[in-house]
């Protein structure tokens, strides 16, 4: 059971980027996947989770209104389109999963999460 962030990138304030997380040794639209960020020097921070078995999809505050997260059944893939970067935006990207827990919720604290990929780092300057 393995997920697999990619995507990261550098980019100017104002721009975008789209996050990919690939799942593997599991089928991930049956499970809720988080979407979480590290900076430097701070706690992790949970960004957006969805829920196909509930329909819910969640997000921060910080994000609202720039980031949609969205899947891809057939694909079995999870994607984070981040646009209108800041600055503060710049943090290493987990996702992650509840499997092999089987819920209808959409957290995004971290103690749900027991499957996490690698990390990709994102960093917005000009």
């Known amino acids: 059971v393995q997920l697999v962030e990619s995507g990261g990138g550098l980019v100017q304030p104002g721009g975008s980027l789209r996050l990919s997380c690939a799942a593997s040794?599991?089928?991930?639209?049956?499970?809720?996947i988080g979407w979480f960020r590290q900076a430097p020097g701070k706690e992790r921070e949970g960004v957006s989770c969805?829920?196909?078995?509930?329909?819910?999809?969640y997000y921060s505050d910080s994000v609202k209104g720039r980031f949609t997260i969205s899947r891809d059944k057939a694909n079995d893939m999870v994607y984070l389109q981040m646009n209108s970067l800041k600055p503060e935006d710049t943090a290493v990207y987990y996702c992650?999963?509840?499997?092999?827990?089987?819920?209808?919720?959409?957290?995004?604290?971290?103690?749900?999460?027991?499957?996490w990929g690698q990390g990709t780092q994102v960093t917005v300057s000009s």
């Open positions: 992650a999963t509840d499997f092999p827990r089987y819920t209808s919720t959409c957290l995004i604290s971290g103690a749900n999460y027991d499957v």
């Open positions: 040794g599991f089928t991930s639209f049956y499970y809720a």
């Open positions: 969805i829920n196909s078995n509930s329909g819910r999809t």
